[in-house]
């Protein structure tokens, strides 16, 4: 017989909405997961029927919890776990995120992307060489 109940973090972790138990209990935490417009706690249970809110920046997903299981399934059977009820205004928000650009990395962190790379480039090249020709043995004979 399968369980009744189940605890939120327990099942966002088994339904593979996030990829570890902690940051679903972390998500929980920032307030990032809510019911009816109230935020959950990671120990708060849920059943079958309840529709749960998840906020990842920009989009809030909405999911149906067909069942409530607190044991990791593979990604074919989440069909039979959760039904995914998230407006189709909350995907067209992605998309525009997407296609913005900005995908979230904070400026100044992480790798550079290729446009950092070559105003790079052109900043060095705009840089003078100050000591290329430059004659040391003159300035010594001057202040002599």
């Given at each position: 017989m399968a369980n009744t109940e189940a605890r939120i973090d327990k099942w966002l972790w088994a339904a593979r909405i996030f990829k570890t138990r902690s940051?679903?209990?972390?998500?929980?935490?920032?307030?990032?997961?809510?019911?009816?417009?109230?935020?959950?706690?990671?120990?708060?249970t849920v059943k079958a029927g309840?529709?749960?809110n998840v906020r990842k920046s920009p989009v809030t997903y909405s999911f149906r919890i067909l069942q409530p299981i607190e044991k990791r399934v593979g990604a074919?059977?989440?069909?039979?776990?959760?039904?995914?009820?998230?407006?189709?205004?909350?995907?067209?928000?992605?998309?525009?995120?997407k296609i913005s650009g900005f995908v979230g990395r904070a400026k100044g962190t992480g790798r550079p992307t290729k446009k950092d790379r070559r105003s790079l480039d052109d900043f060095r090249d705009e840089v003078p060489e100050f000591f290329g020709d430059f004659d040391f043995d003159m300035d010594d004979e001057q202040l002599e």
């Open positions: 940051m679903a209990a972390a998500a929980c935490k920032k307030g990032q997961v809510s019911m009816g417009g109230t935020q959950l706690k990671a120990s708060r309840d529709v749960v074919k059977l989440l069909p039979e776990i959760l039904e995914n009820i998230t407006a189709p205004d909350q995907y067209e928000l992605l998309e525009m995120s």
